[in-house]
Nanobody, 124 residues
Framework: QVRLIQSGGGEVQAGASLRLSCTDT????????MGWFRQTPGKAREFVAH????????VYDDSVKGRFTISRDRASSTTFLQMNSLKVEDTAVYYC?????????????????WGQGTQVTVSS
């Protein structure tokens, strides 16, 4: 059973930075892709970034490209999302997930497990 525990997040002003972490406590995800999605009330969960099993391939949504960086530390089974130059429109609950295969994905149903979600609030 995979269990993803998220940490980080919080409330910051526009232009600030935050780092989210997602740890696979059972260390079963080392050969799987990982991704970050976000969700606001009344809207579907949307893709933010994904990374393949060894960290060699990363993909970003255009809305965060150049500001966010996804990375992973396989030794600790932790995936990170470094968020810089935050904007008000980045406000959302952020979720990490594990894909069903070795690559990441921007498709929601390619993910088989999710973290508990963490709130990020950016104020102007």
């Amino acid at each position: 059973q995979v269990r993803l525990i998220q940490s980080g997040g919080g409330e910051v002003q526009a232009g600030a930075s935050l780092r989210l972490s997602c740890t696979d406590t059972n260390r079963t995800s080392s050969n799987n892709g990982m991704g970050w999605f976000r969700q606001t009330p009344g809207k579907a969960r949307e893709f933010v970034a994904h990374i393949n099993w060894n960290g060699g391939i990363t993909v970003y949504d255009d809305s965060v490209k150049g500001r966010f960086t996804i990375s992973r530390d396989r030794a600790s089974s932790t995936t990170f999302l470094q968020m810089n130059s935050l904007k008000v429109e980045d406000t959302a609950v952020y979720y990490c997930g594990i894909t069903r295969f070795s690559n990441g994905s921007d498709v929601l149903w390619d993910y088989r497990y999710w973290g508990q979600g963490t709130q990020v609030t950016v104020s102007s």
